[in-house]
């Protein structure tokens, strides 16, 4: 079992950065896959990003593909999302989660975080 903890959220402007970490507690945090999704108001569970258990290798839905960067450092039992070139559209709760495998369907994480708002004005 894990414990996860999002922060890094806020306000930015359109074109701005923002770097979401997620902290996961106990000694298994590397034997998960990690994904941040994203959910707007009035809107489904969107996956945003994911990464492996090692790291290795990464995915990204189109939308954010060379904006936003996925990363983790297992040593820290951290998972980090950059973001760049923010956009008006990309304003939505954030999320880690922790899964088995690298899937963009949300209900294959079994551990989610309490999420944190990232609001991107124009």
């Known amino acids: 079992q894990v414990q996860l903890v999002e922060s890094g959220g806020g306000l930015v402007q359109a074109g701005g950065s923002l770097r979401l970490s997620c902290a996961g507690s106990?000694?298994?945090?590397?034997?998960?896959?990690m994904g941040w999704f994203r959910q707007a108001p009035g809107k489904e569970r969107e996956f945003v990003a994911g990464?492996?258990?090692?790291?290795?290798?990464?995915d990204y839905v189109g939308s954010v593909k060379g904006r936003f960067t996925i990363s983790r450092d297992n040593a820290k039992n951290t998972v980090y999302l950059q973001m760049n070139s923010l956009k008006p559209d990309d304003t939505a709760v954030y999320y880690c989660?922790?899964?088995?495998?690298?899937?963009?369907?949300?209900?294959?994480?079994?551990?989610w975080g309490q999420g944190t708002q990232v609001t991107v004005s124009s």
């Open positions: 106990g000694s298994t945090f590397s034997s998960y896959a």
């Open positions: 990464i492996t258990r090692s790291g290795s290798s990464t």
């Open positions: 989660a922790a899964g088995r495998d690298l899937i963009r369907v949300h209900k294959t994480y079994a551990y």
